[in-house]
């Protein structure tokens, strides 16, 4: 009887699946430290220090029914208009979850990104913010800060998409 083999491969982060992130800003391509997930069509950066909640707020709106793009680190892409994000090939249909593994799951391939949340201390959180927008590879984003941890964050990520498409925001 043959002996039975396992490909066991020893947990390791994500990030030490991928070399440090490139910029190739002349090719229109950069590679960023953030997870993407898509929402009914829109793509969302979820962008943090190491240990901010970027896969743990991914996986809870991934429950919820959004789609996994990139774990940990995205690839930004842009034609002038859109801004675009997929994964890494290395890591892609993969999600950290800290405290099991590295999981594989399904992915989307590319998503046109419509948001970032940076995830900061819920102490760094203003209660009223104006609105802000970050300009990557061009494009201007809407950017929002949220303690990924708190148990409103994956509502408040549907919640600023949603204000966003149907202008919900209140002027002051």
Known sequence: MPALRCAYQAYKPIESLTHPPPSFHAYGM???????????????????????????????????????????????????????????????????????GIVRMGCVPRAEVKALFDLVPLADIERLPDPQTETLLGIDIPLYQIHAFDASAPAKVRWALKAQQENLFHSQ
């Open 30 to 100: 950069e590679r960023i430290h953030a997870t993407c997930i898509v929402i009914k069509g829109q793509g969302v950066l979820l962008r943090g220090a190491p240990g901010s909640g970027k896969s743990d707020l991914a996986l809870r709106l991934i429950e919820d029914g959004a789609g996994l793009v990139a774990d940990d680190y995205t690839e930004l892409t842009s034609d002038g208009k859109t801004l675009n994000a997929n994964a890494p090939k290395a890591i892609q249909g993969m999600l950290e979850v800290r405290g099991i």
